[in-house]
C-alpha cells in the first residue's frame, strides 16, 4: 500500500474552485451564520445519493469485472456470496450510523428532525433549502452511472462510496474531539472541508490507489 512519489502533486486545472468551493462553507459559518450542522447533513445526503447510484450502476453493468466479481445481472444472484452489490453493505450501515452520531454531536439545537423521514425532508430539504444543490447533484450522479455502466470494472464506483463514508468516519472520531474540546462542531466542519478538498483534486489517483490496494485480488 505505498503511495508513488506524485500521489499529492496536485493539476493547476480546477484547483482554485474546487479550493474555493470547500472554503465557501467555512466563510458561510464565520461570516454568514451558517449552520455547521445543515452543511454535515448536505454531505451525508450527497453521500446517500452516491450510495444510491453505485447500486444502480452494479444493477445495470455491462462489462466484464476483471478482478473475479461477477457484474449482477439475470445471471447473478442478488444474494449470491460473491455479488458485488455486497461490497458496499457496509457502508450503507454506516450512513445509517453515521447520521445518528453527526445528530448526537452536532444536532443539538434540531430535535426530533430524525423522527420520521418526512419530518427529515421538511427540516433540511425544504426548510433548510438543501434540495436544488442536491437535485443537482442527484442528475450529476445519474449521469455519471449512464457513462459508468458500460466500463471495464465496477470496483471504482465500490472504492468511492466507500471513501465518501471514511470522510465522514474522520469528521465524526476526530471532530468528536474538537466538539468535546472546545464546545464547537467548527474543527469537525474545518476537518471535513480539508478531506473533501482532498478527495476532489485527487480523486482518480485516490480511487485507483484503493482499488489496487483494497480491492483487487
Known amino acids: 500500500m ?14 482554485a474552485s474546487i479550493m474555493l468551493g470547500n472554503i465557501l462553507p467555512i466563510a458561510g459559518v464565520l461570516f454568514a451564520g451558517w449552520d455547521i450542522y445543515t452543511l454535515l447533513i ?12 453505485a447500486i444502480v450502476t ?14 449482477l445481472s439475470a445471471r447473478s444472484s442478488a444474494t449470491a456470496a460473491t455479488n458485488p452489490a455486497l461490497a458496499i453493505m457496509p457502508a450503507g450501515f454506516l450512513l445509517a450510523l453515521h447520521l445518528f452520531l ?32 442536491l437535485a443537482f447533484f442527484f442528475v450529476q450522479q445519474a449521469a455519471i452511472c ?17 471513501l465518501r463514508v471514511t470522510v465522514m468516519q474522520f469528521v465524526i472520531i476526530f471532530g468528536a474531539g474538537g466538539v468535546m474540546l472546545s464546545g464547537s462542531g467548527l474543527p469537525g466542519l474545518l476537518l471535513l472541508a480539508g478531506l473533501k478538498t482532498l478527495l476532489d483534486l485527487r480523486w482518480p489517483r485516490l480511487v485507483d490507489w484503493v482499488v489496487r490496494n483494497f480491492y483487487r485480488r
Open 2 to 15: 505505498k503511495l508513488s512519489g506524485d500521489f499529492f502533486r496536485f493539476d493547476g486545472s480546477g484547483t
Open 42 to 53: 448536505a454531505y451525508w445526503c450527497e453521500t446517500l445519493i452516491v450510495g444510491f447510484w
Open 58 to 71: 452494479i444493477g445495470v453493468h455491462e462489462g466484464e469485472e476483471a478482478a473475479g466479481l461477477p457484474s
Open 102 to 133: 453527526i445528530s448526537r454531536l452536532y444536532g443539538g439545537a434540531w430535535p426530533g428532525h430524525l423522527s420520521s423521514v418526512s419530518t427529515f425532508v421538511e427540516t433540511f430539504l425544504l426548510g433548510q433549502g438543501l434540495w436544488p444543490a
Open 146 to 162: 449512464w457513462r459508468d455502466r458500460r466500463a471495464p470494472s465496477i470496483l471504482p464506483t465500490i472504492a468511492g462510496v466507500n
